[in-house]
């Protein structure tokens, strides 16, 4: 089975910055797609981020131009960094991979990934 490891979640302050590290193992495609999810309380996980194998990247409309999706050149670790974060922004963040249709012009819904990560909570407080 797919392994997905997350790090760099933790508590920072609005208009801080955090970086989100994804390692996936035991994975081996030649089309998928890496997301980022994140999840608030009583509200439905969004899709935040995603690059294809291809090479597209998509963002979701409330972290465009703050958050940067990247990856190594194996593409077997996927970043998010995230800057000028805000409250609203605080969630348990998930890293998850999909198939051929699921980094296609958008991040994507939880749906169209088979993958998940455990899963790492970002905390945005004064």
């Known amino acids: 089975q797919v392994q997905l490891v997350e790090s760099g979640g933790g508590l920072v302050q609005p208009g801080g910055s955090l970086r989100l590290s994804c390692t996936a193992s035991?994975?081996?495609?030649?089309?998928?797609?890496i997301g980022w999810f994140r999840q608030a309380p009583g509200k439905e996980r969004e899709g935040v981020s995603c690059?294809?194998?291809?090479?597209?990247?998509y963002y979701g409309d409330s972290v465009k131009g703050r958050f940067t999706i990247s990856a190594d050149a194996d593409k077997n670790v996927v970043y998010l960094q995230m800057n000028s974060l805000k409250p609203e922004d605080t969630a348990v963040y998930y890293c998850?991979?999909?198939?051929?249709?699921?980094?296609?012009?958008?991040?994507?819904?939880?749906?169209?990934?088979?993958?998940w990560g455990q899963g790492t909570q970002v905390t945005v407080s004064s």
């Open positions: 998850a991979i999909g198939g051929l249709l699921s980094c296609v012009g958008t991040p994507g819904h939880p749906y169209e990934y088979q993958y």
């Open positions: 035991k994975f081996s495609a030649k089309n998928y797609g």
């Open positions: 690059i294809s194998s291809s090479g597209s990247i």
